[in-house]
């Protein structure tokens, strides 16, 4: 069972943790537009969106950078290759804006700075998203590109506890984790088992190896061979997690939205149920939030089912920010700790085998 005074001590471990988050970095830009303001173009005749306010914010492998930083972790680094561009200017000055440390970000003229555009109308007071607009590097990653991710790695891997992995481009090798730089990874997990290596990957997430991951359910299944199952159950999720775990080596942290996280540690697979919540959510982030709610924990000496209860409780405050990926605060983690445990669902005690 983890009490407050528990929880507490693990979150106030969380200053003397460093990590790097190596991966792929969006900008996310929001255009909030007024429709009241529209205007018809004399040249084209097609509506001219007025865009009265702009947010940006760092996206992808930038979300977990950004609830690392709300929940106080020490030290962030970030590694990643961006272009010689507005955006890339853009989401550096947010990064530092949240304490992340950007020195080791690589610039090249060549390539763009991933981005979301995000046109977001007005109406009735809310903001309604439109169609987003992606900008993403279509062709594969220079080898001396790789090169200097691999170099920049090897050296920052002594200044942290954590490397956290965040392969966010569904295209082979156009992203920063390539198949060469994941190689790289899994043999730095595999020669410093005392450190904390962790991946999530949209795409590829059942190549890794020695490394813990973080899939949803449908890209555990994805990854094992097996087709996207709608209304996929919890006992599928569990032979799925067992597959996976057979072929990576390390723990398995498998989210399941509203069911919560399997902890698949060989045969044992362990059920943390979600927090619940109430109203209106919204899911975008959810998982980068989880992942800055578990490294973090594991860092600071909690166990692999602590850490993916307090991933569940970052989660359960991101998800009601509506219209933005959201951010938590170890203050409103413990806040719904206690709400969670008033309610009778008594925090984690592994009685609970899936």
């Not at 977001?120 to 903001?127: D, F, I, P, T």
């Not at 962790?198 to 299944?221: C, H, L, Q, T, W």
Request: proline share 3%.
């Amino acid at each position: 069972m983890m009490s407050r005074e528990r929880l507490a001590w693990i979150l106030e471990k969380f200053d003397d943790v460093s990590v790097v988050v190596l991966g792929d970095f969006f900008l996310d830009k929001y255009l909030i537009i007024d429709p009241s303001l529209s205007e018809v173009s004399l040249e084209t005749g097609l509506t001219a969106h007025q865009v009265v306010r702009k947010r940006r914010s760092p996206g992808a492998a930038g979300t977990i950078c950004n609830n690392l930083a709300s929940l106080g972790v020490g030290r962030i680094y970030a590694l990643t290759v961006i272009g010689d561009d507005g955006e890339g200017y853009e989401l550096t000055r947010e990064l530092k804006r949240r304490g992340v440390i950007t020195n080791y970000i690589i610039v090249d003229e060549e390539r763009f700075t991933p981005t979301y555009t995000k046109p977001m109308m007005l109406q009735g007071g809310r903001e309604i998203e439109m169609e987003r607009q992606d900008i993403k590097n279509r062709e594969p990653m220079k080898p001396e590109l790789e090169h200097k991710v691999i170099e920049v790695l090897s050296r920052l891997l002594s200044e942290v506890d954590a490397v956290i992995v965040q392969d966010q481009v569904q295209e082979r090798n156009c992203g920063v984790v390539t198949d060469r730089v994941r190689g790289f990874v899994c043999k730095l997990a595999e020669d410093n088992p005392n450190k904390i290596f962790y991946a999530d990957s949209r795409a590829r997430i059942g190549e890794f190896k020695n490394v813990m991951v973080k899939p949803n359910r449908y890209e555990a299944a994805m990854a094992i061979g097996r087709s996207w199952v709608e209304g996929m159950s919890i006992h599928d999720a569990v032979e799925f997690g067992k597959l996976l775990y057979g072929r990576i080596g390390r723990t398995v942290f498998l989210t399941m939205g509203e069911w919560g996280i399997l902890v698949v540690e060989g045969e044992r697979v362990t059920h943390i149920p979600a927090v619940p919540v109430s109203g209106e959510i919204d899911i975008v982030g959810a998982g980068d939030s989880v992942t800055a709610g578990i490294v973090p924990s594991l860092c600071a000496g909690a166990s692999c089912l602590e850490a993916a209860f307090i991933g569940n409780l970052v989660a359960s405050v991101t998800i009601k920010q509506i219209g933005t990926t959201g951010t938590a605060t170890r203050e409103q983690v413990l806040h719904n700790f206690e709400r969670y445990y008033e309610a009778g669902l008594r925090g984690v005690d592994g009685s609970e085998p899936a």
